[in-house]
């Protein structure tokens, strides 16, 4: 699968986060599967529970969801979102060891041939939803990072901007 069709950005991520957070911020988005989407719904915010996969170079999310839903109209209006990935647990190490990273970025359907490349990249993260995937009202959702803002133990924030 050509992942350039994607996520069609062919410059190397930036290397401007510290070794050790970009090791954290991959491991956390490649061990959890869902991350809260926020939306704008006319000027209230509006979150989903959303299933994600993420490219390699961390540059973008693809989501998958159907439209006619409040949430594709809302990315629809307003591309502009935001999307919050956690480790906690509900215990009380929590405050030691979660890990929490909000992603902000602008949102836009993927079509033609590089949906069909999405939908495998989906699929091959989550093999449950291809009955969702397969239905023509699933759409199809490429989140271009814009920037990253990580929290560790709740006090230790660092933003990684992306060049683009």
Known sequence: MNLATINPIDEPAPSSLPEADQT???NLLETQKYAVLATDNHGQPYTSLMAY???DDLRAF??????GRLKYENLMSNPRVA???????????DLEATLAVTAQGVAEEISGDARDAARAFCLSRHPALQSFA?????????????SYVIVRQFQHVIEWRIAR
């Open 62 to 67: 693809i989501l998958m969801t159907e439209r």
């Open 83 to 93: 999307i919050m990935i956690d480790n906690r647990e509900n215990l009380g190490s």
């Open 53 to 55: 996969s993420i490219t």
């Open 24 to 26: 954290r911020l991959r």
């Open 134 to 146: 397969d239905s023509p009202s699933c759409a199809f959702i490429r989140i271009q990072v814009t």
